[in-house]
């Protein structure tokens, strides 16, 4: 099937990206967090894709890593999860994140995803705890993950209590090193904002 496209970004929308290879436009559903990534329309791009065929209908969905694609591809294999849940779920978490909260089987975190009730989270966790080592998905990463994803919040905090708008402290976090802790955030915050 098709594994990647290799073309020119034609256009995209809040769901989706139009890529022109050689003259054909592909509209490819992504997710948004794969959307943000992507260049300018007009730029050359490349996307892994996911090709769903139903009756009658055809899909092709795209992705930016290959760790976001193979994500995807566990998420579908859940029932009741179809692709627009599964991109709802990219959307809002990391494939590392997600795989912390379904290892943590933390199921009101899995609930913040657009489209997933109680029932929908507690089936996720089910079906995918255990096979998702490679995603952060094993007790050890999955306290990492929860760990970076509490630094970020109380080094913006301290940011705020130095002085820093929350406009200044957010441009100033912004491309840090996903796994550091408090300390780090802070010091490569102050770095950047000249203090």
Known sequence: MI??????LAGKTPTAAYIDVNGVGYEVGMSSASLSKLPAAGQPV???THLQVREGDMSLFGFVSADEKRFFEKLITVSGVGAKVALAALSTYVPRE???H???QDIAAIQRIPGVGKKGASRIVLELKGSL????G????AQTASAASSALPAATEALLSMGFTSA???VALKGAPEAAGEAA???YALKRLGG
């Open 102 to 104: 379904i290892a943590n």
């Open 185 to 187: 955030l802070i010091q």
């Open 46 to 48: 490349q996307v892994f």
């Open 168 to 170: 200044e402290a957010e």
């Open 98 to 100: 997600l795989g912390a």
């Open 133 to 136: 080592d490679d995603f952060g």
């Open 3 to 8: 594994a990647f496209l290799k073309g020119v």
């Open 138 to 141: 094993s007790a050890e990463s």
